[in-house]
């Protein structure tokens, strides 16, 4: 294993009508078809299609959560694009 990880992940949340996040974060959580995927720092490239569920960050101890509605999302070791519909409600 690469002992050269990034600290941090850099997030995206994109939806038809705006840029929901642009962050650095530290963990992400996305809810995919499978079920839910926990994204750290170093993740191994994935593109997986969202399912319906909350998608969670984090950076320290501030944690933020928004209910999506499919789409998909790219996952590489320091970034995560992100893909999607919200629901109306924010969790």
């Known amino acids: 294993m ?5 600290s941090s992940l850099h997030l995206k949340i994109i939806t038809p ?23 750290l720092p ?3 490239p994935l593109v ?3 399912g319906q569920g909350a998608l ?7 944690e ?3 209910a999506v509605k499919g789409g998909y999302a790219e996952i590489l070791p ?5 893909f999607t519909e919200v629901s ?3 969790n």
């Open 2 to 6: 690469s002992q050269n990880l990034p």
């Open 17 to 39: 009508r705006l840029l929901l996040a642009d962050a650095d974060v530290d963990e992400v959580s996305i809810p995919s078809l499978e079920g839910l995927i926990g994204v």
């Open 42 to 44: 170093g993740h191994r």
């Open 48 to 50: 997986v299609a969202l």
């Open 56 to 62: 969670t960050y984090r950076l320290g101890t501030s």
């Open 64 to 66: 933020e959560s928004f």
């Open 78 to 82: 320091d970034k995560v694009l992100v």
């Open 88 to 90: 109306a409600d924010k």
